[in-house]
């Protein structure tokens, strides 16, 4: 240990280890001319033999520092400095290749950031491989996740999580309308996350008359208690009932909808609603040795017993399945997360190739150098070793510099995030995401280090030293593949980011089915009541919020349009008998207030409006949609036929007065499904939101209302005020992030596509000085020249669109699922992206072109 210690301290500390060793040796020295004068020898004599006895001073200097160092690592240090000092000396050079794989490398960064949170990290629960979605997708009943528990023998637990239940909580300064989702008692037991504070519910919250508790949201629990730690065992009012706090989750704890409030226990009661009609969705353990392939056959099983034990329709187990939680969670985000990698893996080999193009043009330029080394007796081993050590050098600050970018990035992206998006929380650049870069800097590294050491090798160093055109030329074509290479991908990511854009332009053209312009929204919940009371707050509510100044209607709706809520229903149509088994038509079902298709801007096909007549001593009136209309009347008039909703009594049959416009309810990029309206005098709902036509700015009358609506009742919470384009605009949030992305990287890689023609056409200007010389000489004219400079610059791009477009069209194809509206083949994006790349490719070339048209030829002959 003592002995390597020694070593590395002369490695790493040479100055004070050779001044210790000349004090050391002069030392010995003039102990000798002590011994020597002490014989009788006089003191210039004992000097001389002192130091003749002694040999060759520097020989012996040398031969100790050779014995303390360790070769291969002093090699490796003098490398180093001497490729800093190389470095520092070209910091044009040095900046360019940086800054192109700090783009190239911070951008795989951020994007790996992504990717690791939600494909790879396993989820933040206990044992999480053994967790699963039981029929994911797919909503079941109470009775039906019962059953399950009963007959299954795959899972150690089932449990179920019903999202997005909108709950009042009133008893405070400001009521909230919280986010609640209802859940069942072995629900937290079994992901098996601690609470922050408190304990959370089991098995006995689910009985029927149990205490109604409550799992508050660390983010709920600071902003509307102070963070109090007191308010453990206090009690709540949630929706009109006493709950009583048990719990506070972390703010890292989610499932699946990021803005969950708080957890409440799901009664297992056989007389309520939930334990019928569909309403949660199931998450299972399994049992040790079942896997989820095992667990799908079993449910399938299961599935058809339940169908002919429950009367479900015959469709009704076709899907049933059980996956991954992990996996269902992410969802669609898979295919999303999967084309950015591949784009920003593209970035990230154009930015490789562009350094290695710059280290081949200044290897080709120290070619004389190196020469000289190898004339010294310098091995191609030692010289690849010192163009390692810049390329290593030059990845590594690449690699600081991306990472630093990433940082940066990620605060970004998070701002373009649609909430949907799962575990947002948990994206960060942790240590799997430093050691990938690692490897990253490594592979890069070594890539331009071939790439430079290849044109050492293929020139011959001992015998290069004299300059010669193949070298040049030789150098040129390999630039020239590499860039051409270059512009295949550039042309690969804006192509991609072209599809993007047309897809965008595509999802704003849709035809919303409504006027969202100077449109206000809100969720509004009034307190209960019973009918005949809700629809008089209703209309009061209404007739007040019409009265603020600037407001020229109001009007109601259950679930506003890309909510992401919709109520689905079986519909049955009076006098029309199914098949035997044959699953009845299913469509959205809304309540709205008779005024909510003039003031949405809805219109009118066939049949009359609802009006404040059809109230609730009226006969039963509905509208339907133009999709429920050609979906279940082909042919003929809805108007007058009588449908009602799944198992409807005789007097719930409702006659269709009206149809109405189809609106795009869940998702611009799918087509309009059947609806239903039926007027809110006849079925009056709790929570809705409230839409107001404005005469002004939708926001400027938003505190007016608020107001207006607090002196009816101030324990009305009020949530989610947004304009209605606004509420589109959320929902184009996933394509737009993806655009924005793919924008980047793709201008990123025009930009270096460009950089990289420019540099390879000066660099062929440069080498062919003499040339352009003699044709000007000979009467070349300044065209002439200019044309022959720039086609060398097309002729690198057109062999680069060459191999893209092939490349695109079956790359794009992975993007089928995000493009909306165009096929992936889309002749005017890539002829377009082709076009632009041919005219980067001309002025890339352009300025060397002007430069060669300046040559000198009596200067050049001279030469």
Do not use: C
């Given at each position: 240990m003592s002995r390597l210690l020694y070593r590395l301290r002369a490695l790493l500390r040479p100055r004070r280890f050779d001044q210790e060793l000349e004090e050391e040796l002069q030392g010995h020295l003039a102990r000798e001319a002590d011994r020597n004068r002490a014989r009788g020898m006089s003191p210039d004599d004992a000097d001389a033999a002192a130091r003749r006895g002694f040999g060759n001073f520097a020989l012996l200097k040398e031969d100790a520092r050779s014995s303390a160092a360790i070769p291969m690592l002093e090699q490796?240090?003098?490398?180093?400095?001497?490729a800093a000092r190389s470095l520092r000396r070209r910091p044009s050079f040095t900046f360019t290749a940086v800054l192109s794989l700090a783009l190239g490398l911070g951008a795989s960064a951020t994007v790996l950031a992504v990717f690791n949170a939600l494909l790879l990290r396993p989820l933040p629960y206990a044992d999480p491989g053994r967790l699963v979605a039981i029929w994911p997708g797919h909503t079941l009943a109470n009775r039906e996740v019962e059953a399950l528990r009963v007959r299954s023998q795959s899972y150690r637990e089932v449990a179920s999580f019903s999202p997005g239940w909108l709950?009042?909580?009133?008893?405070?300064?400001?009521?909230?309308?919280?986010?609640?989702?209802?859940?069942?008692?072995?629900?937290?037991?079994?992901?098996?996350?601690?609470?922050?504070?408190?304990?959370?519910?089991?098995?006995?919250?689910?009985?029927?008359g149990a205490e109604q508790r409550a799992v508050?949201?660390?983010?709920?629990?600071?902003?509307?208690?102070?963070?109090?730690?007191?308010?453990?065992?206090?009690?709540?009012?949630?929706?009109?009932?006493?709950?009583?706090?048990?719990?506070?989750?972390?703010?890292?704890?989610?499932?699946?909808?990021?803005?969950?409030?708080?957890?409440?226990?799901m009664t297992m009661d056989p007389n309520a609603m939930s334990w019928e009609y569909s309403t949660t969705l199931g998450l299972g353990r399994l049992r040790d040795g079942v896997t989820p392939a095992s667990a799908s056959a079993e449910l399938g099983g299961l599935a058809r017993q339940m169908q002919q034990d429950f009367k479900r329709n015959n469709t009704w187990a076709r899907d049933a399945a059980v996956s991954s939680l992990q996996e269902s969670l992410v969802g669609d985000a898979r295919l999303t997360l999967v084309v950015l990698l591949g784009?920003?893996?593209?970035?990230?080999?154009?930015?490789?190739?562009?350094?290695?193009?710059?280290?081949?043009?200044?290897?080709?330029?120290?070619n004389q150098e190196m020469a000289v080394r190898a004339s010294l007796?310098?091995?191609?081993?030692?010289?690849?070793?010192?163009?390692?050590?810049?390329?290593?050098?030059?990845?590594?600050?690449?690699?600081?510099?991306?990472?630093?970018?990433?940082?940066?990035?990620?605060?970004?992206?998070?701002?373009?995030?649609?909430?949907?998006?799962?575990?947002?929380?948990?994206?960060?650049?942790?240590?799997?995401?430093?050691?990938?870069?690692?490897?990253l800097v490594a592979a890069v590294g070594v890539v331009c280090t071939v790439a430079a050491v290849r044109q050492t090798r293929s020139h011959a160093l001992g015998s290069s030293l004299r300059k010669g055109r193949s070298i040049a030329h030789g150098g040129r074509q390999a630039r020239g593949v590499l860039v051409a290479c270059e512009i295949a991908l550039a042309l690969v990511l804006t192509i991609g980011a072209a599809l993007m854009i047309r897809t965008m332009l595509s999802l704003r053209q849709v035809d919303r089915g409504l006027r969202s312009e100077h449109l206000l929204t809100m969720q509004l919940l009034p307190p209960n009541l019973p009918d005949s009371g809700r629809a008089t707050l209703w209309r009061t509510i209404l007739q007040q919020v019409a009265n603020v100044p600037g407001v020229t209607a109001a009007a109601t709706v259950l679930h506003l349009p890309m909510s992401g809520r919709n109520w689905m229903a079986d519909i049955r149509v009076e006098g029309r008998d199914l098949p035997a088994g044959s699953p009845l038509p299913r469509a959205g079902w809304q309540s709205v207030s008779p005024e909510y298709f003039r003031v949405a801007g809805i219109p009118l096909i066939a049949g009359r409006p609802f009006s404040d007549a059809d109230g609730a001593n009226a006969p039963r009136v509905i509208a339907v949609n133009a999709a429920f209309a050609e979906r279940l009347f082909p042919g003929e008039s809805p108007i007058g036929k009588r449908v009602a909703a799944g198992n409807?009594?005789?007097?719930?049959?409702?006659?269709?007065?009206?149809?109405?416009?189809?609106?795009?309810?869940?998702?611009l990029n799918v087509q309009p499904t059947p609806e239903v309206y039926a007027t809110m005098w006849q079925r009056p709902v709790g929570a809705s939101a409230l839409i107001v036509r404005t005469s002004v700015s939708p926001v400027v009358v938003a505190p007016a209302i608020r107001q207006r609506i607090a002196e009816i009742n101030r324990d009305i919470p009020i949530s989610d005020i947004r304009t209605m384009?606004?509420?589109?605009?959320?929902?184009?949030?996933?394509?737009?992030?993806?655009?924005?992305?793919?924008?980047?990287?793709?201008?990123?890689?025009l930009l270096l596509s460009g950089v990289g023609i420019y540099g390879v056409v000066a660099y062929g200007v440069r080498q062919r000085r003499k040339e352009i010389g003699i044709r000007l000489a000979l009467g070349g004219s300044i065209d002439s020249i200019r044309r022959l400079v720039v086609r060398?610059?097309?002729?690198?791009?057109?062999?680069?669109?060459?191999?893209?477009?092939?490349?695109?069209?079956?790359?794009?194809?992975l993007m089928r699922g995000l493009v909306f509206g165009i096929p992936t083949f889309d002749p005017l994006s890539f002829a377009g992206v082709a076009t632009i790349l041919l005219l980067i490719a001309i002025l890339a070339s352009w300025a060397p072109a002007h430069r060669a048209t300046r040559t000198n030829p009596v200067e050049v002959l001279r030469e």
């Open positions: 490796g240090w003098k490398n180093l400095r001497f709950m009042p909580l009133t008893g405070i300064e400001t009521p909230r309308l919280l986010n609640a989702a209802k859940v069942s008692g072995n629900f937290f037991p079994m992901l098996g996350v601690p609470p922050l504070l408190g304990r959370t519910f089991g098995l006995d919250a689910e009985a029927v508050l949201t660390e983010r709920l629990w600071r902003e509307a208690f102070g963070g109090d730690p007191a308010i453990i065992g206090r009690g709540i009012q949630l929706d009109g009932t006493r709950y009583s706090v048990v719990a506070i989750m972390p703010g890292s704890f989610g499932l699946i909808d990021s803005g969950t409030d708080l957890w409440v226990p784009a920003v893996g593209s970035l990230l080999l154009l930015a490789v190739i562009n350094v290695a193009n710059l280290l081949i043009v200044r290897t080709l330029e120290r007796g310098a091995t191609t081993r030692q010289v690849a070793g010192l163009l390692m050590m810049e390329a290593l050098l030059l990845s590594a600050a690449g690699g600081l510099a991306g990472l630093a970018l990433a940082s940066a990035g990620l605060s970004l992206l998070r701002l373009i995030l649609p909430p949907s998006l799962p575990r947002q929380s948990e994206i960060a650049i942790d240590g799997w995401v430093l050691g990938t870069v690692a490897l409807a009594t005789r007097d719930q049959i409702a006659t269709i007065v009206a149809v109405v416009g189809n609106v795009r309810h869940d998702s384009d606004d509420v589109y605009a959320a929902s184009l949030q996933r394509p737009r992030m993806v655009l924005a992305l793919m924008g980047v990287f793709a201008t990123l890689g060398e610059g097309l002729r690198y791009a057109l062999l680069g669109v060459g191999i893209g477009l092939p490349a695109a069209f079956v790359l794009t194809r």
